[in-house]
């Protein structure tokens, strides 16, 4: 436990190699066009008038004219840029890291400028890092400590209350007690409730986000918490195993980067049906598709992919968690966009694409199956009405560190996403200073936090 204090207080921008830098600015960027994007779903105008009337205060909300507390800005941000399922990910997780790091992280480096604390980019960026690095290692030993499959919210909870504590400039003490707090009041909600029902509660990272930031500024007034059995194995004595692993999980804190092991997403939809979208996209290379002459579609992936089964959604959050619904955008448009799950006539209300998703049936390999969740694998097998049939090699998902988003891919994924809510003034800037923000200095950093705003 005393390994993972020192980090979060210490750990120092001068410590971070260039590829880290750079990862962290990408992960930025990328957050930042799924925030933007996220103003087009009910789920963020809900969020959006709960907080800024319930949590009132002076910190501005993500691309919002409103504003409201640390916490209510943290629980709006969080909900915002988990709306729209295009953010990054990991896979050892099953789950999403920065969703609930960046609002937080954003919303007490405003407060703290308004206060005259002159934080710059170089803390910005460490602060991000930090937060990917505590979060994912939590995430991992939750999923080897608890015997069912938890939303993102209970474990990167516990990376927001890193962040919060070292910028709050909590002690020793606090720091673990903010930690400890964080696990006990993340959410403990049930992924796969929300994949075979899927609704605006998503992945939970709302209220991480809130779980964590809430933990350090409780904290800092000495409330106190249960120690946090997904960092400190101590409290594992009556389970050796798990108690191992849990350690061993944290060995290499400062040595293996785990913010370079998240992959970002083409589309915007759940990972687990991305590499179905990939297989479609591998057909349409060897043999371009009219829609109207498939027949019948088979995808054949891994259990929890099977798992994404709504083939006639009738909301965004269905239509992000529906496999049937990605592959029947992929075969019409090659792609999944977000136009296509928006909640409108040529989105998910299109009869074409309904009729397309309802062709798709979906069976599980035990071959895909045992390499699940370090690696996700699907392939495809489409018939056409005059009887040809065409299978796709096995696939995986685009954007993972091995066939990574190329950086145009990413520049061209902000501006798309960002494109309904922002001027393209306002988007070229943002993008710059995301590129450069090791550069600014706490007045850029101020003009950088202003330009997150809509009049």
Not at 6 to 17: A, G, K, M, P, Y
Not at 136 to 148: E, K, M, P, S
Not at 243 to 266: C, M, N, P, S
Not at 303 to 323: D, F, G, I, M
Request: include cysteine.
């Amino acid at each position: 436990m005393e390994q993972i204090n020192q980090f979060i207080h210490t750990l120092r921008f001068e410590d971070l190699s260039q590829p880290l830098i750079k990862q962290a600015s990408d992960c930025l960027i990328d957050l930042l066009g799924v925030a933007a994007a996220g103003h087009d779903t009910k789920l963020a105008k809900i969020m959006e008038a709960f907080v800024s009337d319930q949590m009132a205060g002076s910190v501005p909300l993500l691309f919002s004219d409103k504003s409201a507390s640390v916490s209510g800005a943290s629980l709006f941000g969080a909900s915002l840029i988990d709306s729209i399922d295009a953010h990054d990910g990991q896979v050892l997780t099953k789950g999403h890291v920065g969703v609930a790091i960046l609002p937080p992280l954003l919303a007490l480096i405003a407060d703290s400028i308004e206060k005259g604390q002159p934080l710059d980019g170089k803390e910005l960026i460490t602060c991000l890092v930090i937060g990917y690095e505590v979060a994912t290692r939590a995430g991992i030993a939750l999923h080897a400590t608890a015997l069912d499959y938890h939303t993102s919210g209970a474990w990167n909870s516990i990376g927001v209350a890193a962040v919060s504590a070292r910028l709050l400039k909590l002690d020793q003490h606090q720091t673990r007690e903010a930690l400890g707090i964080a696990e006990f009041h993340g959410p403990r909600s049930q992924m796969m409730r929300c994949i075979d029902y899927p609704t605006m509660v998503k992945d939970g990272s709302g209220w991480g986000a809130l779980a964590g930031i809430t933990s350090s500024l409780l904290a800092k007034a000495n409330f106190t918490g249960a120690p946090a059995i997904t960092l400190d194995a101590d409290t594992l004595s009556n389970s050796p195993e798990q108690a191992h692993a849990v350690t061993e999980i944290w060995q290499d804190l400062g040595r293996r980067w785990y913010i370079e092991e998240q992959y970002f997403k083409a589309y915007p939809v759940c990972r687990w049906a991305q590499p179905a979208v990939e297989a479609i996209r591998a057909i349409q290379a060897e043999t371009p598709l009219d829609h109207t002459q498939v027949e019948s579609i088979e995808i054949v992936s891994f259990h929890q992919a099977k798992r994404l089964h709504v083939t006639n959604p009738s909301t965004t959050e269905q239509a992000q968690y529906s496999l049937p619904f990605s592959v029947a955008s992929a075969i019409m448009d090659n792609e999944v966009s977000p136009e296509s799950i928006s909640e409108t006539d040529l989105g998910l209300f299109s009869p074409e694409r309904i009729a397309l998703s309802e062709k798709v049936q979906i069976s599980e390999s035990d071959d895909y199956n045992a390499v699940f969740p370090a690696e996700r694998w699907a392939h495809a097998i489409i018939t056409l009405k005059n009887g040809t049939r065409l299978t796709s090699p096995g696939s995986i998902a685009k954007g993972n560190p091995e066939n990574p988003l190329t950086d145009q891919e990413i520049k061209e994924k902000f501006f798309r996403l960002s494109s309904t809510r922002l001027s393209s003034d306002q988007q070229s800037l943002i993008f710059s200073m995301c590129d450069n923000m090791a550069a600014l200095d706490h007045k850029q950093l101020k003009q950088f936090l202003s330009l997150l705003r809509v009049n």
